[in-house]
Every structure is written in structure tokens, then in C-alpha cells.
């Protein structure tokens, strides 16, 4: 791959108006802008990280965790850019990086549905479940394992590429560069007999080929290509904080002890630095702070480390030729306790009694919700008369977002998933209970 194409500022879907320059504003800047402006952005803010409605405002929502994200992914790609300074395109500076991996960063969760990664699987149970099977019919085989496979990181390319500000005309119109770090899987819902997940729905195939024959992703398959190398940055900021912070946040929730946290946290920092044994040993600062100075010396660790694997593997990611992950080439002292950090959490945070209640709790809010909207939609697009008068109400709901009578199923049934992964917890479960029979 070259850095070159790969660091394309053209603009997805609007070729024929290219970027005006703009002083202190760069078309990456620009990108995140315009991501962070978006209402699917602002909808995270009442979207679960882990803890399922949580009450205690101090726990991470999918807003804060991306944000977060996005200022580890901006210090990684700054750190890679300096180091591979000389590699780069004589107009390109290291904070360029930085601004296209922040750009992936903050879009990486934007398609995730309500109750985060339960919300899924409860989408994905639903179309599967036998009894639903018919409301599929009609499709081709393909198209119906996009929503049997429903995943959070292809609808987020549906909101960037179509749905967000300049539907069906490339959506947030991000550039190409932004676009392709952002593709952690990059690939369509054809792969998901060898690879579970995926990038990219099959209504969004096309949008994928342009993009990646623009910036020169190596095609390892049919719409199957090797990742963007600033992709393996992204990922790795992700990694480095949902480890580290997950276990912060079940501190808050009274989950983990302090000293479990410390035990993984400490071998991330420099315990003999005066400043470290200094706060640590402070009977005057709480655990919160306490855990809050250790989460901040393991994030910048971690980041070094990371960016160090990246340079140091920079001509193989640039061939195609590198591992899975960052985080699995970094030294062991380092990769040790994020994966102990990991281990931790799923046996004892992912396992907590409330969040596995909720979770279950999900299932019958998402089958609520799809059994009332995609039964709906199937009477509208298929019947030749006036349907019913209860779908003629759910489909209100969806306003101008409802299909038209003879429209194509394949994509109104996506509507419908547009319309409820959109969706956030609250509103979710309180149009279940409305629909239910159950609202007040």
C-alpha cells in the first residue's frame, strides 16, 4: 500500500465538490467536526458501554467511551507520524494521522445498536428465531444474513456512507482516508461463515469497493480486503481503553475492589517514580482519584508501547503481511496485564448479576419493537389494499423514514433497523412498554 493513496483527502460522495481550504482547519479536522456534530454521535450519550441504564453518571456511556478513544487514537497517530516522518507524503504532518485515526475513533461505535453489544446478539436472535423466518422471505439469501448477522460496525458504515446529513448522496461525506481507518473489518456480511464479524452490509457493498480501490487496500478476496494500516491504530486505542476503563467503571459500581484494580493497573506504571508512591500511599485522596492517576499512567504506557509495534512493523502492515492486533505484538510486560485487565473483566464485570438481568431484559425490548415495525413494513411494501390500522400507526412512528407501498423489502426492512439501532436505551424500552400495552 502506498501512503499516498492511503491518505486521500477526497471526499466520499462529493467528488464534484472538492474540500475548500479553510485556515487552521484541515478536511481530517473537518471530519471529526462533522462527526461530532451528528445526531448519531449525540444519541451515544444514552447508549450503554457495559452497564446496561446505569444511575451512576461517573460510568462510561458509548459517547464518553468514544470520545476517550479518540483522544488516545489522535496521541498514537501523532506518536506513528513523527517516527515515520521521512515515509510520509511531503504534505502530510504527523498530526494529519492524528486527526484521520480521532476521525475512525469517534465513528467506531456510532452504529451500535441500544444496550450495546446485548442489543446486537437480541437482533440477531430475533431475525434467527424460526418463527420470524417469514418476515425474511422475499430476499435473497445474502440480504437476509445482514440482519440474521446484524453488526454495530456495518450500520456505523451505513450512518457514515448514506444515512447521516446527505442520505443516499455519501451520507456525512467523510473523506477517504477518514473512512478506510475506520474500517475494522473490511469486508460485507458474505464473509460470516469463516469471520464473524464484518464491516459492511450487502447495501453498502458498492460504497465499500469505491472506497477501498480509492485509497488502495489490498484485496485479499471478492470485497474482502487487508485492513488500512491506521485501521491497526484505531483498533489498538479501542483496546487500550475499554481494558483499562471497564474496570474503572465497575469500581464505580461497586463491582471490583480497589485493590484488584490496583494489582493489574500497578504493572502498567512506574512504581518507583516518587510521584507514583505518593498518591498511591495518600491517606488524604480516595480510591476514585487514586484509580483515576493509575488509569492515566497505564493509558500513556500502553499508547508507547503501541505505537512502538506500529513503527517497528511498519513494512509489513504496509504489505499486508502483520498480525491480527497491535496489543498481541506488544511485549509481554505490557500485554500481560491488558489481557489480565481483559480476563478480569469478563469473568467478574461481564458476569454481574444486574447487567445479565437487563440484558436478558433487552431481548424482549428489541423482539417488541422488530415484531411491530418489520410486520408493518412487510404488510405495507406487500399488500395490494389499505393495511392494517395498527401498522398504519407503527408506521407513523417512523415518519418520512416509513416505506412506501411496492418499495423494495430488502431495503425497508433496513429501515427498520435503521429506525431501532438508532434508537437509545431509554427510548428503546419506553416505546416497548408503549407498544407492549404496558406505557402509561
Avoid at 456534530?37 to 458501554?49: A, I, N, P, V
Wanted: proline share 3%; charged share 25%; aromatic share 8%.
Amino acid at each position: 500500500m502506498e501512503w499516498e493513496k492511503l491518505l486521500s483527502p477526497k471526499r466520499f460522495g462529493a467528488e464534484k465538490w472538492p474540500d475548500q481550504k479553510e485556515q487552521g482547519r484541515t478536511s481530517f479536522h473537518k471530519d471529526c467536526d462533522r462527526i461530532t456534530f451528528s445526531s448519531s454521535f449525540r444519541r451515544l450519550g444514552k447508549k450503554t458501554q457495559v452497564h446496561p441504564l446505569a444511575l451512576n453518571d461517573h460510568v462510561h456511556t458509548r459517547l464518553t467511551h468514544s470520545i476517550e478513544v479518540a483522544s488516545v487514537g489522535r496521541s498514537l497517530g501523532i506518536m506513528c507520524g513523527e517516527k515515520i516522518q521521512e515515509q510520509l507524503p511531503t504534505n502530510i504532518h504527523p498530526m494529519h494521522l492524528g486527526q484521520i485515526i480521532q476521525a475512525a475513533c469517534l465513528a467506531h461505535d456510532i452504529g451500535n445498536p441500544p444496550f450495546g453489544h446485548a442489543g446486537e446478539e437480541a437482533i440477531r436472535a430475533w431475525f434467527s428465531h424460526p418463527s420470524n423466518a417469514y418476515l425474511l422471505e422475499g430476499i435473497t439469501e445474502t440480504q437476509q444474513d445482514d440482519f440474521r448477522n446484524f453488526e454495530g460496525n456495518a450500520q456505523g458504515f451505513r450512518i457514515l456512507t448514506k444515512l447521516e446529513y446527505n442520505k443516499n448522496n455519501g451520507g456525512m461525506r467523510l473523506t477517504y482516508a477518514s473512512l478506510a481507518a475506520g474500517l475494522k473489518y473490511p469486508w460485507t456480511s458474505l464473509e460470516t461463515k469463516k469471520i464473524k464479524k464484518f464491516n459492511c452490509f450487502q447495501s453498502e457493498a458498492d460504497s465499500l469497493k469505491i472506497i477501498a480501490e480509492e485509497v488502495g487496500l489490498i484485496r485479499k478476496d471478492h470485497l474482502l480486503y487487508l485492513r488500512h494500516p491506521l485501521a491497526y491504530l484505531a483498533e489498538a486505542a479501542d483496546d487500550i481503553c475499554y481494558r483499562i476503563l471497564d474496570l474503572e467503571d465497575a469500581h464505580e459500581m461497586r463491582i471490583l475492589q480497589y485493590e484488584e484494580i490496583l494489582n493489574i493497573l500497578q504493572e502498567l506504571c512506574d512504581t518507583t517514580d516518587s510521584h507514583y508512591t505518593n498518591i498511591i500511599n495518600a491517606n488524604d485522596i480516595s480510591n476514585r482519584h487514586k484509580l483515576s492517576f493509575l488509569r492515566a499512567k497505564a493509558i500513556g504506557t500502553s499508547v508507547i508501547s503501541a505505537s512502538d509495534v506500529f513503527t517497528n512493523n511498519i513494512d509489513k502492515i504496509m504489505k499486508g503481511q502483520f498480525g491480527e492486533d497491535i496489543i498481541n505484538e506488544c511485549p509481554e510486560v505490557i500485554k500481560t496485564p491488558l489481557n489480565n485487565a481483559r480476563k478480569l473483566a469478563s469473568e467478574k464485570v461481564y458476569k454481574e448479576p444486574r447487567k445479565i438481568e437487563l440484558e436478558i431484559g433487552c431481548y424482549t425490548t428489541i423482539g417488541i419493537l422488530l415484531d411491530a415495525f418489520c410486520t408493518a413494513v412487510r404488510e405495507q411494501v406487500l399488500s395490494g389494499k389499505n393495511i392494517s390500522y395498527k401498522s398504519e400507526r407503527v408506521l407513523a412512528m417512523m415518519g418520512i423514514n416509513a416505506p412506501e407501498k411496492g418499495a423494495d423489502l430488502y431495503q425497508s426492512l433496513l429501515k427498520v433497523t435503521d429506525y431501532i439501532s438508532g434508537m437509545t436505551d431509554n427510548y428503546a424500552s419506553y416505546m416497548a412498554q408503549q407498544i407492549g400495552g404496558k406505557g402509561k
